[in-house]
């Protein structure tokens, strides 16, 4: 499916119409504005509907339609590293044709709202496929985490938080901070207390977590999974009104 969905994404983009009267949220198509990011959601053909799996929280693959006419499909490979296809969009009514150096295809639009976009792509054996899509980056659906990869133990690396990034200061005696997650639905937490002549004190406390992809809950705090790999984690919880991002290396 993901073939799939770069091929359609590859030719085409969008934008715009069709609102049903009946819907309160809905408005006109002259009022929504078209030039947004669409980040995709599923895809139903015949009856049966498949979800987009994003692989992260912290990027998700979308579309976008830029007022200056240009057009993209970015897919990410990581958080920071994606692929990505350009292609131009010219509308006529509820059918909007991209050009690509793939060449020229149509798509129809069946349904356009602030929060919403559905397009109708005809398939070459004569059915059709819906997409839809999402322009709320928290309603795009992210696949199955590999959760199996936290059961490590990990150093604080780095926080963000306010614009600002504070480098952890991992001194000669030890690593600042550690956790261990264990499979038992345990977490040790060791925390450098002092450090003198490289010989470090440290204080050591145990709590339960529980993982509900993509969240992390311990110690009465909610953390999201932003990004986990074999050894790099990364962490974002909300206090306060204060969002940190913070991120955490795999210990040797």
Request: proline share 2%; charged share 20%; with cysteine.
């Amino acid at each position: 499916m993901k073939s799939k969905l770069l091929l359609i994404l590859s030719l085409v983009t969008f934008v715009l119409a069709s609102c049903s009267s009946d819907d309160n949220n809905s408005v006109s198509s002259s009022e929504v504005s078209i030039f947004k990011k669409w980040y995709f959601v599923s895809m139903e053909t015949n009856g049966v509907t498949v979800m987009h799996e994003n692989k992260f929280t912290c990027a998700k693959d979308h579309m976008e339609y830029n007022e200056n006419g240009s057009s993209y499909s970015r897919f990410y490979t990581n958080c920071e590293d994606f692929t990505s296809f350009e292609y131009t969009v010219a509308r006529n009514g509820n059918i909007i044709t991209t050009t690509s150096e793939g060449g020229i295809g149509t798509v129809e639009i069946v349904t356009l709202t602030e929060d919403e976009l559905v397009i109708k792509i005809d398939n070459e054996d004569g059915t059709f496929t819906n997409s839809t899509f999402t322009s709320n980056y928290d309603d795009a659906p992210v696949g199955e985490i590999d959760l199996d990869l936290i059961y490590n133990k990990w150093y604080l690396y780095s926080e963000k938080f306010n614009g600002q990034v504070w480098m952890v200061n991992n001194s000669g005696c030890a690593y600042y901070l550690v956790v261990e997650f264990l499979p038992n639905g345990i977490v040790e937490q060791t925390v450098l207390d002092e450090c003198i002549d490289n010989v470090g004190t440290f204080n050591t406390t145990s709590f339960n977590y529980t993982l509900q992809s993509p969240q992390l809950i311990g110690n009465g705090v909610t953390y999201t999974i932003k990004k986990i790999t074999a050894e790099e984690l990364l962490l974002e919880n909300t206090f306060e009104g204060t969002t940190t991002l913070s991120t955490y290396k795999r210990v040797p």
